[in-house]
Each structure stands twice: as C-alpha cells, then as structure tokens.
C-alpha cells in the first residue's frame, strides 16, 4: 500500500449562515455542520462514517468533493488541495472523484432513457468518440449486473436496485479513483442492501476504487468498511480499524451505538446503552465536549475542555477526556 493517502482532509469545516426573523437586518447564527474534521483515505480503502441522523456525514461528503464549498480547512487528493483550486480546475479533478447518492430515483432524470443518463458523462468531459461510448455504456451496465436492453428504459419501469446500480455505473463510467458512498443502501430492502454492498466490493477490487461510505447503519458499515469514522455534531469522535472498533470501542457514543445493533444470537446480546436527552443543536453547540450532555460518563472537565483527538495505537484514535491528560 502506498504510505501517502489517496485522500487527507485537515481542519475542513463547513459552516452554514441562518438569519433570524424576516429581515436580512437581523442577527445570524451558524449551523456548524462539519467542524474541524481531520482524517486520511489511503487508496483501496474503505472508510466507513457512521453516526446518527443530522450528525453532518453526508455534509462533510458532499464538501470533500466540492459540491458545497468548505468554510475552511484542506482538502487534498494525491497530494492537491482541492479545497482551494477554481470552478474551472475542479472539473478536471471530477472525472477522478464521483459520488453515489442515497435516493436512486431522484438521482435520475426520469425524461431520459438509461442510454442518455449514462452517455451524459462522457458528453459533459467531452471523451470517447461516439463509437466508443456506445461500447462503454454497454460495458457499464454489464460490469452492474444489467443486460444492455436496459438501456431503452426510463428510470421509472425499474425497481429501486436497479436504479442504484445505473447510479452505481454512471458513477464509474469516467474511471474515478475515489468515489463518496452518500447511504447508497439506505433505501433498498435488506436483500437487495447485500447485493448492492456486494457489487461494491466486487468493483473496488477490480477497478482499484477507494471509498468514502457513509451510512447511520453500524451493520451495513461493519459488511463494507476496514476502517470507521464515528461522527457527533459537526466532529469526528472516534476513528478505528472496523475489527478493533466493534472489539473495543472507546469513546461513550460509540459504545451506545453498538449497544443498539441487534444481535441474533442470544449469547451475544449486550445491555442497551440508552442516551439521554435529544442531540443538541448545531446552532448552539455546548461547551467542552458537545457529547457531555449525553454521557453517563461526564466529569467536570468534559463540561469546559473540549478533547482533542488521541492517539491509542497506531490503529486507533479518540476524542474523549476519559483518555487524555493535560
């Protein structure tokens, strides 16, 4: 594995403005969505982020690939900060970084055939001759799992996993090296939710892909990740290698998500770890630690010093007072 990461991304904030009352005359808050969030992607990985709903995973996708601008921070993939580069530079750099959305349906036009909606890639870079993208649309739907009379169709006469495989396809039809997995799952029954993963997977390995996958699903981010980012309220709280994760979680959040997944095994089964309160809003963030609200294991420090991200080991990260020492 090569030691420099395909994707390193620094101190990346992305804050949102929200004007009170009517007036542009009013005050404004932030919504602090993605909050000094640091981590590296190396190539053939797949990091996992996972976190309750409103937490600002699909945010931070989204900013990690410029389709919202960051506040602040850094962005570098192979060794270009992308955060900072012009509009017409970051067209180039979209053949290399795509993303898969979470709904399948309102991803595809529903006025264009499958043909159209799989061509527009190459039209929009301007490669391939005609004769060739014919040849590579054809490849497309085929490597997906979808015979080639698909292409006559519109979205609407196919079910939710084919829609997400012709997703999947548009996706990888310009050869990105890293593409932003928004709850590509989420939407699809459990059946097909395996089948899709497993066509990831099966991808990954033959196109050398590397993956941001983001779900709230601790199950679906354990099948298709080696690495997991938990995220809380705009940060990164924890980050591990998925064995040692789901082994020996540290942080009290991570803990509490792992107590909610089912287990089918009654041996197996822990006690519920339940969170009290609601999440707080990104408007108003508390001080010191933000999960300090939540946590059955709160001391007076996590009330004033928010944590910084500790080192464990070297496949091990966290951002909890219980683990560091000023």
Known sequence: M???????????????????????????SKVRAVDDVSFDIHKGDTLGLVGESG??????????????????????????????????????????????????????NPRRTIREILMEPFIIHNVLTPKEREKKIKYLLDIVGLASYFLKRYPHELSGGQKQRINISRAIALNPEFIVCDEPVSALDASIQAQVINLLGDLQKELLLTYLFISHNLNVVYQASNKIAVMYLGKIVEIADFKELYLNPLHPYTKALLSAVPQIDPKERTQRLLLKGDVPSPINIPSGCRFHTRCSK???????????????NEKHSVACNLYFNV
């Open 2 to 28: 090569d030691n420099n990461p395909l994707i390193q991304v620094k101190k990346l904030k992305k804050y949102f403005t929200v004007r009170g009352g009517s007036s542009f005359l009013h005050d404004t």
């Open 55 to 108: 937490c600002g995973k699909s945010t931070l996708g989204r900013t990690i690939i410029r389709l919202l601008e960051p506040t602040s921070g850094n962005i570098f993939f192979k060794g270009i900060d992308i955060a900072t580069i012009s509009n017409s530079k970051i067209k180039e750099t979209r053949k290399q970084i795509q993303i898969i959305f979470q709904d399948p349906s309102g991803s595809l």
């Open 298 to 312: 709160c001391f007076d420090k996590c009330k004033v010093l928010e944590p910084p991200m500790t080192t464990i």
